[in-house]
């Protein structure tokens, strides 16, 4: 009898408290989806938690899941700095953490297991080069950043200004936070073009996410220029609503970044909880530069359709 209360109690679900960024693109909303429903699958708890943009939010929730003895802890963190002092609570009540996608200043620290993202920085590289081969070079751009101080946006700037550094006919005329969103990007878009003479002179815009890009994309055409053939837009994630946006004809290239991050994630935590210490420090995802050439078959394939 104890046996069997032994193995029942053995099988308990594993507890997962998780601490999302927010939903502020399709992208973070799929993200999102993909792993609750890797949770429910594996039969594991998940303990979600919306910080809707705020560290301070995403710090209350990590002491909230440490408060409750959770198995292990994943944050997506909006920012890089500030999260030593929670993720040092974290290990000192022997909690694993992951991070997944941004990154915390925090490695090498040994505060955290693993962090499952993509390359930002060869992201922004590839949406340049992309860029460069087209206009040979010679192109003035307006760039959409994403949230001021997340890895997303300090990486893929990076790689972006790198690559254009070789060209100098080419040049980011202005450069503004969108943060991550499309409300923001529109906004921020129809500033940059009443700058900018309505956009005549410019011939891209470079957006760290496609969110960003649709709702520029609004305030390109509101400008009465033609997105996509006027001024090129190149960005960031591959969302359905983006592919859709390329087999109009208004977008023209993005590079694809994976939602599908729970599964890694629940791997090497479960790993870990069984006693398995060799865990990389980095599990790196890719993704491929897509333009209008496949956009309607990609966008059936993403939207279902
Ligand atoms: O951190 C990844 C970025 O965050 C995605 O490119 C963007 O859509 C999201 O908000």
Redesign the pocket.
């Known amino acids: 009898m104890v046996l069997v209360l032994c193995a029942s109690h053995s099988a308990l679900a594993t507890t997962i408290g998780f601490s999302q960024?927010g939903s502020?693109?399709?992208?973070?909303t799929s993200f999102s989806e993909s792993v609750k429903a890797e949770a429910k699958k594996r039969g594991i708890e998940l303990k979600f938690s919306d910080a809707q943009q705020k560290q301070e939010n995403q710090i209350k929730a990590v002491r909230s899941f440490i408060a409750q003895g959770v198995d292990a802890i994943m944050i997506a963190p909006v920012v890089e700095t500030g999260w030593k002092p929670v993720l040092r609570e974290a290990k000192r009540a022997r909690i694993p953490v992951v991070i997944l996608?941004?990154n915390v200043d925090a490695s090498g620290d040994g505060l955290f297991l693993t962090r499952i993202a993509s390359d930002f920085v060869e992201e922004g590289r590839r949406a340049a080069r992309w860029l460069m081969d087209e206009t040979d070079g010679n192109c003035r751009i307006l760039e959409l950043q994403?949230?001021v101080g997340?890895?997303?946006a300090i990486d893929r700037m990076k790689g972006f200004n790198e690559v254009i550094a070789d060209f100098p006919d080419a040049t980011i005329v202005r450069s503004q936070t969108g943060e991550?969103t499309r409300t923001k990007g529109k906004e921020v878009m129809e500033a940059m073009l009443k700058a900018e003479n309505g956009g005549r002179d410019i011939c891209a815009l470079w957006s760290?996410?496609?969110?960003m890009a649709i709702g520029a994309i609004q305030a390109i055409k509101e400008a009465g220029l033609k997105p996509g053939t006027d001024m090129l837009v190149v960005s960031?994630?591959g969302v359905p609503d983006y592919f859709k946006a390329m087999a109009d004809g208004d977008a023209n290239a993005t590079v694809e970044?994976n939602p599908h991050l729970g599964a890694p994630a629940f791997d090497v935590i479960e790993a870990y909880l069984k006693g398995d210490r060799k865990v990389e420090k980095l599990i790196t995802t890719t993704g491929d530069l897509f333009t209008q050439a496949t956009a309607a078959e990609e966008y059936a394939k993403r939207a279902g359709k």
Do not use: I
């Open positions: 960024v502020e693109s399709g992208w973070r996608d941004r994403g949230t997340a890895t997303a991550f760290h996410n496609d969110e960031v994630d970044l």
